[in-house]
């Protein structure tokens, strides 16, 4: 079975790729099998917060969690 990857940088950004099937990556288009990385944009929450950087990630068998630090726009 084909793994999903992920990596944060220093400066935050997530990268996914591997199984993309059901859009494990969280990134809608790709195809099944995303074989180089690509990074991931995080959506603007409705009360206006973004996020600024990704401070840590947990991956499984079929989720992907972040943490990651916000700022109001």
């Not at 996914?16 to 195809?31: E, F, H, R, S, V």
């Not at 074989?35 to 995080?42: A, L």
């Not at 917060?49 to 726009?73: E, F, P, Q, W, Y």
């Amino acid at each position: 079975m084909l793994k999903s990857i992920c990596y944060c940088t220093d400066e935050g950004k997530l990268y996914m790729w591997g199984n993309a099937k059901d859009c494990q990556l969280g990134i809608p288009g790709l195809p099944e099998v995303q074989p180089s990385p690509v990074e991931v944009k995080f959506l603007t929450e409705d009360d206006g917060s973004t996020i600024d950087k990704v401070l840590s990630i947990a991956i499984g068998a079929s989720h992907v969690m972040c943490l990651v630090t916000r700022s109001n726009s």
